[in-house]
């Protein structure tokens, strides 16, 4: 027999750690924007990502607002990954063995950080993309936030049928930040989602980035 009070508290419960999630505030129309006022350098690790890096780096191209790099970390792969990236003109680096302690990714993504010139740093996955108007609105509410880091939890496309599988999932990782509480601003996130990260260059290193 089941309980309707367990269920009623399982659905409160839901709503407490669910209530509502943050979104990016404010709209920027495609050609709105000069140059930013902070430069942004965006850094892709990437492993045997050559189907995922030309629409990520098409996506890129298009934007309204410019990043001054575009670096691709290649992190040892056994495709055609670096070629790809060089023929959308992105800088291309190669990551190397990690030392003892370190992942691949994380690994790839200090490299491209120290390798990177711009006041922002924005660490994205090759499979992810972005709106025209994504990183002029990142780098609008990154100023309207006055934080160290934002993350953002990307819209999953589902191409296969078993892939909406991975709602239940996606779900349950979002909860488990504490980004969406009832408490709202007064409780600090958990963690943030490592497909896509802005932070600042000199914050970046000044807390460990990667290495920590």
Known sequence: MIDPALILAKWLLGFLVFWKVPRTRGTCPPGAHGPPRSPVSIVIPARNEEKNLPGLLRSLAAQSLRPVEIIVVDDDSSDRTAEV???????????G?????WTGKTWACWRGARAATGELLLFLDADTRLAQDGLARMTEEFALQRRG?????????????????SAFFNLISMMSLGIATVMGSKVSPLGAYGACILCR????????????
């Open 85 to 95: 990236a060089r023929d959308w003109d992105a800088s291309v680096i190669r990551s």
């Open 97 to 101: 063995r990690p030392p003892p302690g």
């Open 149 to 165: 880091l934002l993350s953002w939890y990307p819209y999953h496309t589902m191409e296969k049928t078993y892939e909406r599988l």
């Open 201 to 212: 260059r000199d914050g970046y290193f000044l807390s460990g980035g990667h290495a920590r």
